[in-house]
C-alpha cells in the first residue's frame, strides 16, 4: 500500500528553494554581469595569436614582375615639386567648376561651392607652396624598402644637451597617422617631443622621432597586389625600426594609425615600450559591443552603469551613419570616388577638409566656414591636402578600407599587454571610443585614459600640446620604473 504524501513538506521544500533562488539569482546574476569579461575570455578563450596575426614575409609588387634584391639600405630623400607640376595644379584650380550652396545651410549638406570657392582663392593668390615645402624639408626623410615597398619616414633626433649635469635618455618612437592625415599632420608634435623632459633629479628623457607613411599614403609605395592591411603594416613598421637598430621603442597612433599601434602592441610586446593611442574603441570585439549595449539596456543602473553614455552608439547613431558614408563608398568602391578626386584638386580639398571640419567639432556643420579656421592654419590643412595632390595617392589610401573591411574588420579582442596611456579627446567623433569600462578590460597595463574637454579627431594638429602631453605621460611613467 502506497504512503500518502507529505503534501506539507513538499510545499516548504518549493517554498525554500524559491526563496533561495530568488536570493541567491540576483546576486549571480550580477556577479556574470559585472565580470562578464572574465567570463567571455573563459568560456570564448581567444587562438594562438600566431594563426591570427601575419607575422611571415610578404612581397607587395606586381604580381609577376621581378622581386626586389634584398637591400637594407636607407636612402636620404627631399620632396622637391616641379614648376611644371605647380603650374598644372594652378591650371586645374583656375578651371575649377563650381555648383551652387544651398542657401542658409553652412556644412549641412557638405562641403559648401561659396567656401571651396574661398580656399581655391587662398589657394591660387595667398599659398606658398615653396615656403611649404622648406618647412616639410627642414627634416631628414628617408626611403627605405621593406617587403617590395619603398616606405617614406621622418627621422628627427634631439639636440644634444648643453648641460653636462643632465643625463638625457634618448628613446625612439614612431608616430602614425591616418587617413585623411599623413606625415604632416604630426609635425607640430616633433619640437614637443624632442625636447628633453625631466624624469627624476638630472635624469632627462627626449624622444628620436620616426613619422612613416602609410603604404599607399604619401610617398610610400602602394601595394600592387590585393590583401595589405593594418597588421600588415604593423609589421612592416616593426622591420623598419628594428632596421634603423631600435630594439625598443614606444608608438603613438591617432586613427588608421592607432589600429596600427595596437597590433605593433601586440604583435611584438617585447620590442614595444609603450603605446599611445587617440582611437581606441575598435580594440573591441563587435560581438562583445553588442553584448554591452544590450546589457545597458537591460539590466538595472546598479548591476551595469555606463558612465559615458554620449558615446554609446545607439544615442549617436544617426550622427554615425551621417558621417560614415565614405567609410561604406571607400571600403567597396575605393577607386571610383578616387578617380575624380585624383583629378580634380578643388575636389580633393573639399573632400578632405569637409572631414577636419565635422571629424573636429560635429557642430561645425552649422557654421558658415565649417570652423576650419577656429581650429586649424589654412595653410597646415592645405599641406596636408597638397601631400596627397602631388604623390598622387588618394586612391591608394582609400584602397585601405577595403581591404580591411572585406576581411572581416579590425575587431580581434587581443588585449594590449604593454603600458598605454589612451587620449579621449572630447569630439571625437560618434562611435570611434567607447565608454572606459567597456575598453580598460583590453588594456592590461593601463595608465590613464586622459580626458580632454575639448578637441576631435585630429588632436596632433588642432591641439599638439595636450597629446604630446599625454606621449609624456606614458614615457615618464615607463621610464621611471626602471
Known amino acids: 500500500m502506497a504512503k500518502p504524501v507529505n503534501t506539507k513538506r513538499g510545499r516548504s521544500l518549493l517554498g525554500s528553494s524559491l526563496i533561495f533562488f530568488t536570493l541567491i539569482t540576483p546576486i549571480l ?38 622581386p626586389a634584391k634584398a637591400d637594407d639600405a636607407v636612402v636620404p630623400w627631399k620632396l622637391q615639386v616641379s614648376n611644371k607640376d605647380l603650374e598644372d595644379l594652378k ?20 562641403f559648401p561651392a561659396d567656401q571651396l570657392k574661398k580656399i581655391v582663392d587662398h ?20 626611403k627605405t624598402n621593406i617587403e617590395g615597398l619603398n616606405i617614406h619616414f621622418v627621422r628627427v633626433q634631439p639636440a644634444k644637451s648643453t648641460d653636462p649635469k643632465r643625463n638625457v635618455r634618448v628613446t625612439p618612437i614612431i608616430l602614425l597617422h591616418g587617413w585623411p592625415g599623413s606625415f604632416f599632420e604630426l609635425y607640430k608634435l616633433i619640437p614637443l617631443l624632442t625636447t628633453p623632459q625631466q624624469i627624476a633629479g638630472n635624469d632627462y628623457a627626449a624622444f628620436e622621432v620616426i613619422i612613416p607613411s602609410l603604404p599607399g599614403f604619401g610617398f610610400s609605395d602602394a601595394p600592387q597586389q590585393p590583401g595589405l592591411k593594418p597588421a600588415d603594416i604593423a609589421r612592416i613598421f616593426h622591420k623598419l625600426m628594428t632596421r634603423l637598430n631600435f630594439a625598443a621603442y614606444f608608438v603613438h597612433g591617432s586613427d588608421w594609425g592607432s589600429t596600427v599601434g595596437r597590433y605593433l602592441a601586440v604583435m611584438y610586446p617585447e620590442h614595444v ?23 545597458h539596456l537591460t539590466m538595472p543602473r546598479f548591476l ?15 550622427n554615425l551613419m551621417r558621417e560614415t558614408g565614405y567609410l561604406h563608398i571607400q571600403s567597396t568602391k575605393p577607386d571610383t570616388v578616387g578617380a575624380g578626386l585624383l583629378d580634380s584638386p578643388a575636389g580633393l580639398a ?18 558658415a566656414d565649417g570652423g576650419l579656421t577656429e581650429y586649424f592654419n589654412l595653410d597646415d590643412l592645405l599641406t596636408n591636402v597638397m601631400v596627397y595632390w602631388v604623390s598622387g595617392s588618394i586612391i591608394t589610401s582609400q584602397r585601405l578600407y577595403k581591404e580591411t573591411w572585406s576581411t572581416g574588420g579590425l575587431s580581434d579582442g587581443f588585449p594590449v599587454l604593454v603600458p598605454s596611456v589612451l587620449s579621449d579627446f572630447r569630439h571625437e567623433f560618434a562611435g570611434n571610443n567607447a565608454p572606459d569600462e567597456f575598453v580598460r578590460p583590453y588594456f592590461k597595463d593601463l595608465i590613464t585614459i586622459s580626458k580632454h574637454n575639448s578637441g576631435g579627431h585630429f588632436p596632433a594638429m588642432e591641439r599638439p600640446a595636450d597629446l604630446a602631453e599625454d606621449i609624456w ?7 621611471s620604473r626602471e
Not at 605621460?473 to 621610464?479: G, M, P, R, S
Open 29 to 66: 546574476l550580477g556577479l556574470a554581469v559585472y565580470n562578464h569579461d572574465c567570463l567571455l575570455e573563459k568560456f570564448f578563450p581567444l587562438p594562438d595569436i600566431k594563426t591570427v596575426f601575419p607575422f611571415g614575409d610578404e612581397e607587395w609588387s606586381a604580381p609577376g614582375s621581378k
Open 91 to 110: 591650371d586645374r584650380l583656375r578651371n575649377t567648376r563650381y555648383g551652387t550652396a544651398m542657401s542658409g545651410q553652412n556644412f549641412v549638406y557638405g
Open 123 to 142: 589657394w591660387l593668390n595667398k599659398y606658398d607652396w615653396k615656403k611649404q615645402e622648406a618647412l616639410i624639408n627642414q627634416y631628414d626623410h628617408f
Open 273 to 295: 615600450l609603450g603605446v599611445e593611442l587617440t582611437l581606441y574603441g575598435r580594440v573591441i570585439p563587435t560581438s562583445y559591443s553588442v553584448l554591452h549595449y544590450i546589457l
Open 304 to 318: 551595469f552603469e555606463v558612465s559615458e553614455p554620449h558615446k554609446l552608439l545607439l544615442g549617436n547613431f544617426f
Open 350 to 367: 573639399g573632400y578632405i577638409l569637409e572631414k577636419f571640419s565635422t571629424w573636429t567639432n560635429a557642430d561645425n556643420m552649422n557654421k
Open 473 to 479: 605621460a606614458l614615457a615618464k611613467n615607463v621610464l
